[in-house]
Antibody, heavy 127, light 108 residues
């Protein structure tokens, strides 16, 4: 079955870059069906979608307006994984970060649901 | 951006009772692309319902979803002890996803 395994540091200093990786097993990061997402969760902001990457003859990215100036999501086809980089972090970026697969609930439809999630990584921004 | 508002914030019920959770959208949700997730402490959210009323693989039939447009409902009939958790609704539109703030279902 499809599994997502997250890795990365749990502590980041203010103004630095948060970096996380999500390794995929049982599916392909360059598959032409799903999209690969990062979502975070904090008491103040709840569940917040951050962005996604997906391959449809070429690579595409979409980012949430709230972080689009600071975020990069990159696929790594050689390792079948994707990564999150969030620049210039502040304590407001403290959250549990999840990677997740989005799929179409209807053939030919939109990528509307998250069916597989990583285990979550608590990232604390603290000096 | 479509804002999803869930009610109530907390619902206190006993095992065996029926739970009704609400999710209201600030604009109509396209083609009923509304999903529900269950989250237990220390775990990632788990997909329960997609397209407003279809159960995900392995989800017991005591979970059901309904609604369209801006008003959606998750119903859990005959609550089991393992159903006490936080529930979130989620929608997709304009290449963006949003979640509701959650309803905590607690044991009375």
């Amino acid at each position: 079955q499809v599994q997502l395994q997250q890795s990365g540091p749990g502590l980041v200093k203010p103004s630095q870059t948060l970096s996380l990786t999500c390794a995929i097993s049982g599916d392909s990061v360059s598959g032409d069906s799903p999209a690969w997402n990062w979502i975070r969760q904090s008491p103040s902001r709840g569940l917040e979608w951050l962005g996604r990457t997906y391959y449809r003859s070429k690579w595409y990215n979409d980012y949430a307006v709230s972080v689009e100036s600071r975020i990069t999501i990159n696929p790594d086809t050689s390792k079948n994984q994707f990564s999150l980089q969030l620049n210039s972090v502040t304590p407001e970026d403290t959250a549990v970060y999840y990677c997740a697969r989005a799929i179409r609930s209807l053939p030919g439809g939109i990528l509307d649901v998250f069916d597989i999630w990583g285990q979550g990584t608590l990232v604390t921004v603290f000096s | 951006e479509i804002v999803l508002t869930q009610s109530p914030g907390t619902l206190s019920l006993s095992p065996g009772e029926r739970a009704t959770l609400s999710c209201r959208a600030s604009q109509s949700v396209s083609s009923s692309y509304l999903a529900w997730y269950q989250q237990k402490p220390g775990q990632a959210p788990r997909l329960l319902i997609y397209r407003a009323s279809s159960r995900a693989t392995g989800i017991p039939d005591r979970f059901s979803g309904s609604g369209s447009g801006t008003d959606f409902t998750l119903t859990i009939r005959r609550l089991e002890p393992e159903d006490f958790a936080v529930y979130y609704c989620q929608q997709y539109g304009n290449s963006r996803y949003t979640f509701g703030q959650g309803t905590k279902l607690e044991i009375k």
